[in-house]
T-cell receptor, first 114, second 114 residues
């Protein structure tokens, strides 16, 4: 049981480039989320999904796209990278019922946009 | 909408001393409350959570937190800190009416002096 995995661990992009951050979980969780972490700002929700085929925007969705074709995978796409998107990105998943709020986090992807 | 503040950006304590990290939230009803810990270069790990019932909750690694409705606070405590507790600590609040909106505070960085 690997939990939540993210790839890559590190990435450097030039302004205007696009890329996809991968996230996968093997816990059969319905709910998955993407956060970005910036110094002094905690974690901010980018997008989330409540199940395959269902996604919605969080606090800071601009410049990012998501899709959820399977329960396991929840990729985050940067359409045209900007220096303001330099951050650490965390994917999280959680189950339902009484464990609805117990989020499991991946190890993060550190992205630098030059 | 809910919000979270953590008044202390950085705290330094001596090993063996007691610890209290402050968290205040803003929400119109009783929220779900969480404390997470993040070790350097790692994802976030859930320390403890409050949903309802007893306002003093116990978590992992010897931590506890107390929900005080009158003060809108959910402070994290540990009676004797170990060097391995040095990390970033995040308080988070979830709205009971919107299970996907878990908002994180900016974090408190804990340093432990041997």
């Amino acid at each position: 049981n690997a939990g939540v995995t993210q790839t890559p661990k590190f990435q450097v992009l030039k302004t205007g480039q696009s890329m996809t951050l991968q996230c996968a979980q093997d816990m059969n969780h319905e709910y998955m989320s993407w956060y970005r972490q910036d110094p002094g700002m905690g974690l901010r929700l980018i997008h989330y999904s409540v199940g395959a085929g269902i996604t919605d925007q969080g606090e800071v969705p601009n410049g990012y796209n998501v899709s959820r074709s399977t329960t396991e995978d929840f990729p985050l796409r940067l359409l045209s990278a900007a220096p303001s998107q330099t951050s650490v990105y965390f994917c999280a998943s959680r189950g339902g019922g009484v464990r609805l709020y117990e989020q499991y986090f991946g190890p993060g992807t550190r992205l630098t946009v030059t | 909408a809910q919000s979270v503040t953590q008044p202390d950006i950085h705290i330094t304590v001596s090993e063996g001393a007691s610890l209290e990290l402050r968290c205040n939230y803003s929400y119109g009803a009783t929220p779900y409350l969480f404390w997470y810990v993040q070790s350097p270069g790692q994802g976030l790990q859930l320390l403890l959570k409050y949903f309802s019932g007893d306002t003093l909750v116990q978590g992992i690694k010897g931590f506890e937190a107390e929900f005080k409705r009158s003060q809108s606070s959910f402070n994290l405590r540990k009676p004797s800190v170990h060097w391995s507790d040095a990390a970033e600590y995040f308080c988070a609040v979830g709205a009971r009416t919107s299970y996907d909106k878990v908002i994180f505070g900016p974090g408190t960085s804990l340093s432990v002096i041997p």
